[in-house]
Nanobody, 122 residues
Framework: QVQLVESGGGLVQAGDSLRLSCAAS????????MAWFRQAPGKEREFVAR????????DYADSVKGRFAISRDSAGNTLYLQMNSLKPEDTAVYYC???????????????WGQGTQVTVSS
């Protein structure tokens, strides 16, 4: 089992930055990939970014490419999402996910955090 705890969400203005963190604990040695997804009210959960836990390969949704950066704390088990130039359409609950498949579909991930709210005002 792997436990994930997100932090770092909040209310910001358009153009501001936020950094989300996801602390992983438990059987992290089994992980192959971690990712961030988001879900806005009335919408499906959508892929934001993914990270190869051992390869350090990063990949992004087109909507956030060039503005967001996913990274890992190499000394520990923390995943980050640096979000710059935030837009009102980035408003959503952001979820950290982990699993053994490097995918962009939520079904590819086994473990999920509780989510953290990000609200961007115009």
């Amino acid at each position: 089992q792997v436990q994930l705890v997100e932090s770092g969400g909040g209310l910001v203005q358009a153009g501001d930055s936020l950094r989300l963190s996801c602390a992983a604990s438990g059987r992290t040695v089994s992980l192959y990939a971690m990712a961030w997804f988001r879900q806005a009210p009335g919408k499906e959960r959508e892929f934001v970014a993914r990270f190869g836990w051992r390869s350090y390969i990063a990949d992004y949704a087109d909507s956030v490419k060039g503005r967001f950066a996913i990274s890992r704390d190499s000394a520990g088990n923390t995943l980050y999402l640096q979000m710059n130039s935030l837009k009102p359409e980035d408003t959503a609950v952001y979820y950290c996910a982990a699993g053994v498949v490097f995918g962009t579909n939520p079904a590819a991930y086994t473990y999920w955090g509780q989510g953290t709210q990000v609200t961007v005002s115009s």
